[in-house]
């Protein structure tokens, strides 16, 4: 009964398992400290490597007895596809003991799969940049493909949406911030001109409330970053599994505040963008866009964020906008192509897909075996 237990313990620990090698990963493809003209080759051979080794000492060896399948029974085509049990001394194996070994050896793949594919998912693109630099211009050129490649546009997740839609009486269900908000600032003017029961939340009174005072920009930022936090992983699960468009490669999270909300969120996105411009033509843009607001409510936004440059030394990648408009999508397809190339295998290879390619090539050898020693082959 106890190793019926420690069994299917072991079993259902290749998911965390799956889930976590394959964030790191990950993380590792898509630094490409090899060569900056060759990315595809780095993360080509991180993911083979990786998938590799997984197959090897995580698949085949992990066992209750510590000695993985070979200690079980001598099946030949284990040792056909891992030379390394090769030399085992093990008993002979019987037509049950094989088709165990072939259900758990699937079960293993799928479990870690499983996992790695969820990791892999939570694995977005940080767009991020300064107010009035032109990010919300670099996102949607993003969104749609280049013309050299169809299938290369970005899935992009807009925090700024999500922020929006969570301040509107009752259109985010449970997730709507709507009351809390109106609660924390009772006693200001925060709402616009209506005769409606729940009054909209005049966002520009509000952001002049917070803007001026840090302590309320904080219960403003407590009371809206977990929901924004909540749907924005729920999007980009959504997106990495699923997507909502045909012909994205790439899922891109459109976040202004990406180095402001602390260190998870930093940890969150593996390649981090950053569009910026000089200070001087981020505030006179700033002042055009938004002709309602003063120059020092201008300057005010601007210095409650971190400084441009501050936050282009901390990106792996940044999009100076402080050119023409042909300047600039130049640059957005230099990004995109820098991004695709750091994040993508040649071929599409992934970590999940190569354990159950080998999945698949090995099984059906356990399952003739199996027949074999059944007599029914």
């Keep these: 009964m106890f190793e019926l237990i420690q069994t299917v313990s072991l079993l259902f620990s290749f998911f965390p398992a799956g889930f976590i090698i394959s964030i790191f990963t990950a993380r590792l493809a898509s630094?490409?400290?090899?060569?900056?003209?060759?990315?595809?080759?780095?993360?080509?051979?991180?993911?083979?490597?990786?998938?590799?080794?997984?197959?090897?000492?995580?698949?085949?060896?992990?066992?209750?007895?510590?000695?993985?399948?070979?200690?079980?029974?001598?099946?030949?085509?284990?040792?056909?596809?891992?030379?390394?049990?090769?030399?085992?001394?093990?008993?002979?194996?019987?037509?049950?003991?094989?088709?165990?070994?072939?259900?758990?050896?699937?079960?293993?793949?799928?479990?870690?799969?499983?996992?790695?594919?969820?990791?892999?998912?939570?694995?977005?693109?940080?767009?991020?940049?300064?107010?009035?630099?032109?990010?919300?211009?670099?996102?949607?050129?993003?969104r749609d493909p280049s013309k050299k490649n169809k299938n290369d546009a970005f899935a992009i997740v807009d925090v700024d949406a999500i922020a929006h839609d969570i301040l509107v009486p009752g259109k985010m269900g449970t997730d709507c911030g709507y009351k809390r908000v109106v609660n924390a600032f009772s006693g200001h003017d925060i709402f616009a001109k209506s005769d409606s029961k729940d009054p909209p939340i005049?966002?520009?009174?509000?952001?002049?409330?917070?803007?001026?005072?840090?302590?309320?920009?904080?219960?403003?930022?407590?009371?809206?970053?977990?929901?924004?936090?909540?749907?924005?992983?729920?999007?980009?699960?959504r997106e990495g599994i699923v997507p909502s468009l045909k012909n994205t490669s790439i899922v891109a999270v459109d976040i202004p505040l990406l180095f402001e909300v602390g260190l998870q969120m930093k940890l969150l996105f593996g390649i981090k963008i950053v569009?910026?411009?000089?200070?001087?033509?981020?505030?006179?843009?700033?002042?055009?866009?938004?002709?309602?607001?003063?120059?020092?409510?201008?300057?005010?936004?601007?210095?409650?964020?971190?400084?441009?440059?501050?936050?282009?030394?901390?990106?792996?990648?940044?999009i100076w906008n402080n050119g023409t408009m042909n300047d600039l999508m130049l640059q957005v397809e230099t990004a995109r192509r820098e991004v695709i190339n750091r994040s993508h295998a040649f071929g599409g290879f992934t970590l999940p897909t190569l354990i159950l390619v080998a999945c698949v090539l090995t099984i059906p050898s356990c399952l003739l075996e199996a027949a074999k020693l059944s007599g029914l082959a």
């Design 31 to 142: 630094r490409n400290i090899t060569s900056k003209t060759l990315p595809r080759v780095w993360n080509t051979l991180v993911i083979c490597v990786v998938s590799y080794l997984v197959w090897l000492y995580l698949i085949f060896l992990r066992w209750p007895n510590g000695a993985g399948f070979a200690a079980d029974c001598n099946l030949d085509s284990l040792s056909y596809w891992m030379p390394l049990i090769d030399g085992h001394e093990s008993k002979l194996c019987t037509p049950l003991s094989a088709l165990k070994i072939t259900f758990i050896l699937g079960l293993r793949c799928l479990l870690f799969a499983v996992g790695a594919k969820l990791g892999a998912t939570l694995q977005p693109v940080g767009l991020t940049g300064g107010i009035a630099c032109g990010k919300s211009t670099v996102s949607q050129l993003l």
């Design 202 to 237: 005049d966002r520009r009174k509000l952001g002049d409330i917070i803007f001026r005072d840090t302590p309320k920009r904080r219960v403003l930022n407590g009371i809206t970053h977990p929901l924004i936090s909540k749907i924005m992983f729920k999007q980009i699960i």
């Design 275 to 318: 569009v910026g411009c000089d200070e001087n033509i981020q505030l006179e843009r700033l002042t055009v866009r938004n002709k309602d607001l003063t120059r020092e409510q201008c300057e005010s936004r601007i210095q409650s964020q971190i400084p441009i440059h501050q936050k282009a030394n901390m990106a792996d990648i940044v």
